[in-house]
């Protein structure tokens, strides 16, 4: 079952090497998800919503390319810098916050360089309490 994203879930790419969280950036009315700000699948900006996930390593990104090269073909990554074109897909598209639809924990966003973004985490934590 998915769940609404909020700010500081946990998400990887496929190329990347290590996890990076989710940024989410207050636009019209904030919305809150259990305590942290509600997502939605316009939180996709590079840097701004989507940190770097360290280093990459796809040979279709130039810098990691260049390097492969001069390294006589062995694989080397290059610090990560993710070029996200488009809104995450496909959200929740019954669920709008501030008329854009929901950011769920199973959608996507793809990388320039072929990377595949996904949630680990959505970020919500709810507590009982006796």
């Given at each position: 079952?998915?769940?609404?994203?909020?700010?500081?879930?946990?998400?990887?790419?496929?190329?990347?090497?290590?996890?990076?969280?989710?940024?989410?950036?207050?636009?019209?009315?904030?919305?809150?998800?259990?305590?942290?700000?509600?997502?939605?699948?316009?939180?996709?900006?590079?840097?701004?919503n989507?940190?770097?996930?360290?280093?990459?390593?796809?040979?279709?990104?130039?810098?990691?390319?260049?390097?492969?090269?001069?390294?006589?073909?062995?694989?080397?990554?290059?610090?990560?810098?993710?070029?996200?074109?488009?809104?995450?897909?496909?959200?929740?598209?019954?669920?709008l916050?501030?008329?854009?639809?929901?950011?769920?924990s199973?959608?996507?966003?793809?990388?320039?360089?072929?990377?595949?973004?996904?949630?680990?985490?959505p970020?919500?934590?709810?507590?009982?309490?006796?």
């Amino acid at each position: 079952m998915a769940q609404q994203v909020c700010a500081g879930a946990m998400m990887m790419c496929s190329f990347g090497v290590a996890p990076s969280a989710l940024i989410v950036i207050p636009k019209g009315m904030p919305v809150m998800a259990g305590g942290p700000l509600a997502a939605t699948i316009m939180d996709f900006a590079p840097i701004a919503n989507i940190p770097p996930f360290s280093m990459c390593t796809t040979p279709s990104n130039p810098m990691v390319a260049a390097a492969t090269a001069a390294a006589w073909g062995v694989l080397t990554p290059m610090p990560c810098i993710p070029v996200t074109p488009a809104p995450w897909i496909v959200g929740a598209p019954t669920v709008l916050i501030n008329n854009f639809p929901a950011l769920n924990s199973t959608s996507k966003c793809m990388c320039a360089w072929g990377g595949v973004i996904q949630f680990t985490f959505p970020g919500q934590v709810t507590v009982q309490v006796p």
